[in-house]
């Protein structure tokens, strides 16, 4: 079974840059048709693995050690050969699929550039392996031509040019780097279903990065664990999981699976008043320029949806991308206004509220948004940031009494009072997201809308994220609207949940209900695309037995 | 101070002076913007000799002990008139580059705050005055309003106003959707305070190095209107009639041109330079790092 001589062979390999040391004595192999999950947290040297792999590393690393592709030492050949082997014998696929494509080329050209600079081939030549090469990553040309710009398709669908480019000359290695964090789960399991039918077509080995155990649970056939650029544990899928020897896999397994203790979980105060409620709420964005005066159909973001929230409850509002939820949010918080329909807060309707007697409700209401590094000022300390929603308040606030508020808040979400005087970039995305909590709970609001706000974290990270959010609906009885397409974060924080589809809500009732027992085909599809790592772990032992 | 603005603390303007020190550019270019704005204040309490007083007996005279950079064809002090003419060229240059500013950055953001129809009336205008050639416009104005200082400041500084129009409505525009942006419109903050409190101190950068640009395309306007008889008239001296009125001397008297000139180079450098550092030195994410 076992190849002789794998695909890639890296063996103690040592990167540093500068005088700090990035990875340590790394060994991995990849044997033909097979899938190696690298599994770590960020500032692992997961992504620096891979670039080493394709020697893109700054020019001020210094690598030692041998890694071998195919017997040869790819650290020792030439930057011309590695321009031979890059794209033709080793793809890769990036995690964003809004970046890694450029804007001003056709998506045909995208791919054919690569076939006609390895093979010399001709535009017709290369454009008809791109047409094939697209159309079996599911976008075939009668509904995708080539013609068609990165911007008029969807996350998922750039995702497969990408993919498309990486495998257009069936190489032998593909290195995908988080290919589908950027994605919701229902296209997170399609394109990881697309890589393992590539994986098993062309005998290519695969080497999957991620933060996620439960996405290469399912896929890897072995996963290498590392942290702080040293590999922890190391091994068959199956092994590894089931028997998590390690300590540190065990931390990931757990983290991965994290529910905090949250006293208010089960009695959800019934009877409570109403918080906020919403009737009949759409938003029609006007459709596309047909003409000079014709226009397209109206895109209905958010299509007649109503539902409340009691004062203290949290509540989910799940879906994949594109299906409304964020214009939903930000009609909720007053930054958008619906077409139709109205929205109260607190008995005002701000739906028909001007700027200024918006006031009180803003004052009752905050907003986490999910990236940590782009939600601050960078040019604001942050204190700054942190006391902005102040603004609110009526009454005139000493410069005091706001770094007591700013110190009060930083204590509460764990961070220090003295880190008010730094800059956002000195702090990781988890601290970031915590002083983003801070920022929220500033005006003690009764209302905080979360969009997606851990979707961006490590596991770890993720978990006192949410032990955080517990704690803070126990102690300052906060309502959430949790915006997010992971399951896993519903369960773990809502006593209620919405389920979104193309701007209707389809299916509404108790997070544990809805979940366990799934009324609506929506429902059912993201519960089955949701990459769960226990039941990863069955599927592949009875796959074992039997 | 405004609501929501921190005041920065004293161990800041620390750090920022001792980045600043450390910064080379920054530093290069502000010991030559000081000099030059120190021989231009000199030149108000003392030259070497008078630049009105003409003495034919040393005309055309190459750099001797007695005058450093020599005389020109009617015995007047080089130097003395390069210390003169700095007062010009800098006070044209600095006046045009604070008209534009001062119009074009609140349009370019008011602009991008409303998009729409005011901010397509406000870009096709400013694409309307790009259409025209800058200087030939300027003599265009100063033929239609008579020569002198004052027009050409006016001249330069209209086509200075699109410009920073233009960067600023650019950098505004990348920030509005930002997160951080809406957490502000979340908190309360109308479009003009978040104008204020976050737009202006994100392209802050932008504006200072495009001013620096136009301040030093400012000095050589200046310079070309004068040249062309339409700015500093004389028997004001300015770098710009001075190179105008080597040009014939050339041959005879190469120094009456390179002095002027150099001026103009060491002048427009140092202001270069000094964007550059301060652009990094204002940028909180070099300011801590070590």
């Given at each position: ?401 706001r770094r007591e508020r700013a110190t009060e808040a930083l204590v509460e979400v764990g961070m220090q009072p003295a ?128 | ?55 034919i007996a040393d005309r055309l005279q190459a750099p001797t002990a007695s005058h450093w950079f020599g005389t020109d ?218």
């Open positions: 079974m076992i190849v002789p001589s794998p695909v890639l062979d890296i063996r103690g390999l040592s990167v540093s840059i500068g005088t700090k040391p990035i990875l340590k004595d790394v060994n991995l192999t990849i044997a033909n048709g097979e899938t190696v999950g690298l599994v770590g947290e960020s500032g692992s040297g997961k992504s620096m693995t891979a670039l080493t792999v394709m020697r893109l590393l700054p020019h001020a690393a210094g690598t030692s050690g041998r890694l071998f592709f195919r017997g040869e030492d790819l650290l020792g050949t030439s930057e011309e050969r590695m321009c031979q082997l890059r794209g033709d014998e080793i793809g890769m696929v990036f995690q964003e699929p809004m970046t890694a494509l450029n804007p001003v080329k056709m998506i045909g050209e995208q791919v054919a550039e690569g076939i006609r600079w390895h093979r010399g081939a001709s535009r017709a030549e290369a454009e008809d392996r791109a047409r094939r090469i697209l159309e079996r990553v599911g976008l075939p040309e009668s509904r995708f031509p080539l013609t068609r710009y990165p911007h008029e398709l969807s996350g998922g669908q750039r995702q497969r040019v990408v993919i498309a480019m990486a495998c257009a000359l069936d190489p032998k290695l593909l290195i995908a780097d988080e290919p589908t964090t950027a994605l919701d789960v229902v296209l997170q399991a399609q394109i990881l279903e697309l890589l393992r039918e590539l994986v098993a077509e062309n005998d290519m080995g695969l080497l999957l990065i991620s933060h996620d155990l439960g996405v290469v649970a399912d896929m890897a056939d072995r996963i290498t664990i590392l942290r702080h650029g040293e590999v922890q544990d190391e091994g068959e899928t199956t092994r590894i999981l089931r028997e998590q020897k390690h300590p540190y896999t065990r931390k990931l397994a757990e983290a991965s699976t994290h529910v905090p203790v949250w006293e208010n979980a089960a009695v959800p105060n019934d009877g409570k008043q109403e918080l906020l409620k919403l009737t009949e709420v759409s938003r029609h964005f006007p459709g596309s320029r047909r003409g000079l005066f014709a226009r397209g159909e109206p895109v209905r973001a958010v299509d007649g949806v109503s539902f409340e929230v009691k004062a203290g409850h949290s509540v989910a509002l799940v879906g994949q991308s594109g299906c409304g939820k964020s214009t939903l949010a930000r009609m909720i918080l007053a930054l958008d206004r619906p077409t139709a329909g109205a929205i109260t807060f607190r008995g005002m309707e701000t739906s028909s509220l001007g700027e200024h007697e918006l006031r009180a409700a803003r004052c009752e209401m905050q907003v986490v948004f999910q990236d940590p590094y782009g939600s601050f000022d960078p040019r604001q300390t942050i204190e700054g940031s942190v006391t902005e929603p102040l603004h609110l308040v009526d009454k005139r606030i000493s410069r005091r009494e880190d008010m005087h730094k800059y956002p970039h000195e702090f990781s995305g988890g601290q970031r997201q915590r002083l983003a909590i801070a920022r929220a709970i500033i005006t003690r609001p009764k209302l905080v809308v979360c969009d997606e706000p851990v979707s961006a974290l490590d596991v770890s990270i993720r978990a006192q994220i949410l032990d955080l959010f517990a704690k803070l609906n126990d102690d300052l009885g906060v309502a959430y609207l949790f915006i997010t397409h992971d399951l896993t974060v519903a369960r773990a924080i809502t006593h209620d949940v919405l389920v979104m589809d193309h701007g209707r809500i389809v299916e509404t009732g108790r997070t544990a209900d809805v979940l366990d027992a799934p009324k609506t085909d929506t429902t059912r599809r993201l519960l089955a695309a949701a990459p769960d790592l226990q039941r990863a772990i069955e599927r592949r032992s009875t796959a074992l037995g039997g | 101070m405004t609501t929501g603005l921190v005041a920065p603390e004293h161990e800041d303007w620390r750090h920022f002076a001792r980045k600043a020190l450390a910064n080379r550019s920054f530093l290069t270019g502000a010991v030559i913007t000081a000099f030059v704005v120190a021989v231009a204040l000199v030149s108000f309490v003392w030259t070497p000799y008078d630049v009105t007083k003409l003495v064809h009617f015995g007047r002090d080089i130097l003395s008139m390069v210390m003169v003419g700095s007062r010009n060229s800098i006070a044209v240059a600095l006046i045009a580059v604070g008209i534009g500013m001062a119009a074009g950055v609140p349009l370019g953001c008011w602009a991008a705050a409303k998009r729409g129809v005011a901010d397509e009336i406000l870009m096709r205008t400013s694409d309307i005055i790009f259409a025209f050639p800058a200087l030939l416009s300027a003599v265009m104005i100063t033929a239609i309003f008579g020569p002198g200082a004052v027009n050409a400041i006016i001249a330069i500084g209209i086509f200075n106003i699109p410009v920073f129009a233009r960067v600023a409505r650019g950098g505004a525009l990348a920030l509005w959707p930002r997160e951080f942006i809406l957490a502000a419109r979340a908190a309360g903050k109308g479009a003009g305070l978040i104008t204020v409190q976050h737009i202006l101190p994100n392209i802050a950068n932008l504006l200072l190095v495009q001013g620096t640009i136009q301040f030093s395309l400012g000095i050589l306007a200046e310079a070309g209107l004068s040249y062309v008889g339409l700015g500093t008239q004389p028997p004001a001296p300015s770098w710009g009639r001075m190179l105008f009125e080597a040009q014939t001397m050339m041959s005879i008297a190469p120094h009456m041109a390179i002095v002027p000139g150099m001026a103009i180079i060491i002048t427009v450098l140092g202001l270069n330079l000094l964007g550059d550092g301060l652009r990094d030195v204002l940028d909180p994410k070099l300011r801590r790092e070590h």
